[in-house]
């Protein structure tokens, strides 16, 4: 983590908490505690309304917020490119989220920036994704949000069709095609599933349980046993 970004996130957890101490910062930070005393000295000076001392805590005094943040000419390229990826591949709540945040960024930049926002000349083709895809990966999104299992029907590779009941973890883009990586019940193992390929679909009212080895983190690190049905 950047010293700048730490700095930004001692200011966050101070204000969201009553106190503070050094020893809760360091470990939430990954950084010593020795580190954190310095962060706050250098905090105090530059302006920020911090009390406390080393051993008992820290607070920042109420009324205390950071100055608005600005957009570089790239950031906003960046957003603006990003957003209009959303709204050409994601699902029609995504793409009207989208385009809302687009709003706002541009309601809170100055004139020479506007101005940046709509003369970037990057595009995203318009929608690729169908409105059966689209409600699926809403679906899919709400499920994988609230923990709960999916029961599928599924068209595998060799076109045979298969039942599923699956824990999914998380939605990937692969540049034309979304992707769902999950836990499998009938396989036991972790599996990734198109999208395109759901004949249908319900989310079940049954949550699955958060299990260290059937997470998303166990599915990333399993990458490579993880087969696409």
Same mark, same amino acid.
């Given at each position: 983590?950047?010293?700048? /970004? ?30 954190? !005393? ?6 105090? $000076? ?18 205390? /917020? $950071? ?10 390229? @960046?957003?603006?490119?990003? %957003? ?10 995504? @793409?009207?989220? @989208? ?11 100055? /004139? ?11 595009? =995203? ?12 990966? %809403?679906?899919?999104? !709400?499920?994988? /949000? ?7 029907? !599924? ?11 699956? +824990? ?5 883009? +692969?540049? %034309?095609?979304?992707?769902?990586? @999950? +836990?499998?019940?009938?396989? &036991? &193992? ?17 949550? !699955? ?5 059937? =997470? ?14």
């Amino acid at each position: 983590m950047r010293r700048a /970004d730490r700095l930004f996130q001692i200011i966050q957890f101070l204000r969201t908490r009553r106190v503070t101490t050094a020893f809760w910062l360091s470990e939430r930070l990954e950084v010593s505690e020795r580190t954190i !005393y310095r962060d706050i000295k250098d905090l105090i $000076l530059s302006g920020v309304n911090i009390e406390g001392e080393a051993g008992i805590g820290y607070v920042i005094r109420r009324g205390f /917020d $950071l100055p608005p943040l600005m957009f570089s000419e790239e950031e906003i390229k @960046a957003l603006t490119l990003g %957003a209009r990826i959303v709204e050409s591949w994601a699902d029609q709540s995504l @793409a009207t989220a @989208a385009q809302s945040a687009l709003s706002k960024i541009e309601t809170a930049l100055p /004139d020479h920036l506007k101005e940046s926002l709509g003369n970037t000349l990057l595009f =995203s083709p318009l929608s690729r994704i169908t409105p059966e895809i689209s409600t699926t990966m %809403a679906e899919i999104r !709400y499920a994988t /949000d609230n923990n709960r299992k999916v029961s599928l029907q !599924y068209r595998r590779a060799d076109g045979q069709s298969s039942e599923r009941i699956i +824990w999914p973890l998380g939605l990937f883009f +692969w540049g %034309a095609t979304w992707t769902i990586g @999950a +836990w499998c019940e009938m396989r &036991n &193992n972790f599996r990734v599933f198109r999208l395109d390929r759901i004949k249908s679909m319900v989310v079940l009212d049954k949550s !699955y349980p958060e299990e260290k080895d059937k =997470s998303l983190q166990a599915l990333i690190n399993n990458e490579k046993d993880c087969g696409l049905s």
